[in-house]
Each structure stands twice: as C-alpha cells, then as structure tokens.
Antibody, heavy 122, light 107 residues
Framework: EVQLVESGGVVVQPGGSLRLSCAASGFTFDDYTMHWVRQAPGKGLEWVSLIRWDGGSTYYADSVKGRFTISRDNSKNSLYLQMNSLRTEDTALYYC???????????????WGQGTQVTVSS | EIVMTQSPATLSVSPGERTTLSCRASQSVRSNLAWYQQKPGQAPRLLIYGASTRATGIPARFSGSGSGTEFTLTISSLQSEDFAVYYCQQYNNWPLTFGGGTKVEIK
C-alpha cells in the first residue's frame, strides 16, 4: 500500500524558514517523480514544485521560485521542501504527491499524503 | 501560465441524477488534463487523466471527455459519496495549474 506521510509544518513568522519532509513507502520511491502541492485555507489547489526520480531536474511555481528548494534522499525514501523567506501568503496545507508515471513523470498525482499545515503569521 | 476555468462554481444535484462539470483552458492543453475529487478534510483523489482515462479503482460512472481547451467530467448517476469538490488540472505546460473547483452539493 502506498503511503505518504508529511511532517514539519508549524507556525512561523514572516521571513522565517521551515523544512517539510515526506516519508514514502509501498512503492519504489526512486522510480518516480515527486511533487509538493499546497492548499490555502478554504481555497483551491496550487502546484508548488516537482523533482524527478534522480533529483536531476526540479521545477517551481513562480510564486515560490528562489525561496523554496525541493530535494529528495532516495536512500531514505524521503522528499523535502526547504522553505525560506516565508510570507503570509504561503500559509497553506502542504501535500506531498506521487507522480503517476515512472521515470521523468507524467505530471499527474495518483497518491497524496494527508498534508502538513504551515502557518506564516506574526 | 495557462488559466483553467471551471463552471459552475457550485452544482446542486439530486442523488441518482446525471451531472456534467466543465473545465476550460486559456490555451490548448491537448489531452493533458486530469480531474480530482476532494472531500472535506481529505486529500484529493485522482479520477481521470489523459482527459478520458479512469484512474485505478475509479467507478465507471465517472467519465471524462474533451481535448484542446474544452473538457467535461460526467457522473452518470450521483451517489451519496460523490458529493465533493472537483478540480481539473492541466499538465501540458509549466507551471502545472488547477481550476478553481466545482462543488457538487446535495439538492
């Protein structure tokens, strides 16, 4: 059974930093592209970032480019999101999501974690 | 950035009825379109990808159609567990973008 478990979400002040983690199990982690997707309170879904199976390529939404860094450790079946220079508009539930396609990815999300809440507030 | 527009924002439907949700892209996304279902307090669930391919385990009452800029998700006979918010997502261009969602509520 595929499982994705996010952690690391807390309340942080504007300008602060945070590192989210996602522990994956139930599939061959290093075969798949992985994503972070967020959802602000009462709002829709926003794709944040992806990293390809080998960590060789990463992509970001313009809203986080230059502030967030996605990474992975295939030896630990783990995905990360380093979040710097946080803004109030980054407040959201952050989901880790598995790409449906092996290899370079197909850019749709077939499994999601339950999310970790990030609140940016003074 | 490709803007995805879903309509209507809210749909009131009786159980057993057939319903159709719409998603429009601001430019062609070919068939690179997915649909997700989200219930309150839950993560989204993939329903459809490639505009018309049902994901694993998705009941046959869900079907998707369209290509280019116009897409539809049809639920042939609404069950109680289908009342939820539905999102479309394009994956033809960077950045990946979602529609604003359609809430399907009980009439």
């Amino acid at each position: 059974e595929v499982q994705l478990v996010e952690s690391g979400g807390v309340v942080v002040q504007p300008g602060g930093s945070l590192r989210l983690s996602c522990a994956a199990s139930g599939f061959t982690f290093d075969d798949y592209t992985m994503h972070w997707v967020r959802q602000a309170p009462g709002k829709g879904l926003e794709w944040v970032s992806l990293i390809r199976w080998d960590g060789g390529s990463t992509y970001y939404a313009d809203s986080v480019k230059g502030r967030f860094t996605i990474s992975r450790d295939n030896s630990k079946n783990s995905l990360y999101l380093q979040m710097n220079s946080l803004r109030t508009e980054d407040t959201a539930l952050y989901y880790c999501a598995k790409d449906i396609g092996a290899g370079s990815g197909s850019y749709t999300f077939d499994y999601w974690g339950q999310g970790t809440q990030v609140t940016v507030s003074s | 950035e490709i803007v995805m527009t879903q309509s209507p924002a809210t749909l009131s439907v009786s159980p057993g009825e057939r319903t159709t949700l719409s998603c429009r892209a601001s430019q062609s996304v070919r068939s690179n379109l997915a649909w997700y279902q989200q219930k309150p307090g839950q993560a989204p669930r993939l329903l459809i990808y490639g505009a018309s391919t049902r994901a694993t385990g998705i009941p046959a009452r869900f079907s998707g159609s369209g290509s280019g800029t116009e897409f539809t998700l049809t639920i042939s006979s609404l069950q109680s567990e289908d009342f939820a918010v539905y999102y479309c997502q394009q994956y033809n261009n960077w950045p990946l973008t979602f529609g604003g969602g359609t809430k399907v509520e009980i009439k």
